[in-house]
């Protein structure tokens, strides 16, 4: 296979490559920007004496809607106040639904990362780096999640001050098929770890693991009515990201506290069980060497 190098082209100062030539390509594939396998509600969204959201997604699993805000060029204050102000706008009007602020920029500078970092852990808010590159006679367009979701109160680490559940509560919020994919993957995390104590936590926010009643969350869950999302405390590695990406496991995410977030379903455990296995052990590893 031939190597044909890439270059950056700057869409800002393109004279073809505008604003609506990317919103018309996200629109076309929304799972461009890596958020996973959203659908389109609406684009240009009207708003009241605010102007126009660019896009608005949707999760059709969860219906958790993503607000999107395009910019080219270098993000700057304007946009961000955009970005909050059409969320807030959208969670108000829609309150029934989770709501995401999304920001979409060729370019997310370090001074922009410190002012989302005052946001979030307050706002659910991505910051998302989309550029465009030049292979060969081929314009294709490249995403890199630089701020994930930070969600307040939710630290496995410590579940002392969450609300305690159990499997009805479970079962009523995401069905018991979701449940069921919980199940098979602590018989997984049993069989790696030969730690038959463990059993699943049930609190509010999320499902944890525990050993006699002490949480041990190196591996985490949050069912839901079609798929699990899947959390695993292990330390980032390229290669590690690659092997996820090729599985095709859905909706790969890498937090901001150290940890790999992925949506499975039944067949995905079907076809991954090794490499879940892997991130199993990597998870209670890097547990054991914590506590040591």
């Known amino acids: ?10 869409l800002k100062a393109h004279p073809l490559y505008s604003e609506k030539w990317v919103q018309a390509r996200l629109t076309e594939d929304p799972m461009l920007l890596g958020l996973g396998d959203l659908v389109v509600k609406d684009v240009e969204r009207r708003q009241p004496r605010t ?4 896009l608005l997604l949707v999760d059709p699993d969860t ?7 395009l910019q080219l060029g270098a993000t700057d204050e304007s946009h961000i106040i955009r970005t909050i102000e059409y969320w807030d706008l959208e969670r108000r009007r829609y309150p029934q639904y989770d709501h995401v602020a ?5 370019d997310v500078t370090s001074r922009f990362l410190n002012v989302i970092g005052l946001f979030n852990g307050f706002i659910p808010l991505i910051a998302i780096q989309l550029r465009a590159l030049q292979v060969g006679d081929v314009l294709t367009l490249s995403a890199t999640k630089v701020v994930d979701v930070s969600t307040l109160g939710t630290d496995e680490d410590d579940d002392s001050g969450t609300k305690s559940a159990d499997r009805p509560f479970w079962e009523e919020r995401a069905g018991s098929e979701s449940l069921r994919l919980a199940d098979r993957l602590l018989a ?5 770890t030969g730690d038959k104590a463990l059993v699943l936590k049930f609190n509010q926010q999320y499902v944890g ?3 006699d009643g002490v949480s041990d969350n190196f591996v985490s869950f949050v069912p839901r009515k079609f798929h699990v999302v899947v959390t695993f405390r292990v330390p980032r590695s390229d290669e590690l990201s690659s092997r996820i ?6 909706s790969l995410v890498y937090t901001r506290n150290g940890r790999y977030q992925m949506r499975l379903r039944p067949e995905d455990i079907d076809k991954n069980e090794d490499l879940l296995a892997e991130l ?3 998870a209670h590893g890097s547990s054991t060497e914590e506590e040591g």
């Open 102 to 106: 999304v920001i979409v920029a060729e």
């Open 188 to 192: 997984i995390v049993r069989d790696v």
């Open 245 to 250: 990406e090729e599985a095709g496991l859905g």
């Open 1 to 10: 296979m031939e190597f044909v190098p890439s270059k950056t082209v700057s």
């Open 209 to 211: 693991l525990a050993r």
């Open 51 to 54: 102007g126009r959201l660019d």
């Open 63 to 69: 219906l958790t809607r993503y607000e999107v805000e």
């Open 280 to 282: 199993i052990r990597r």
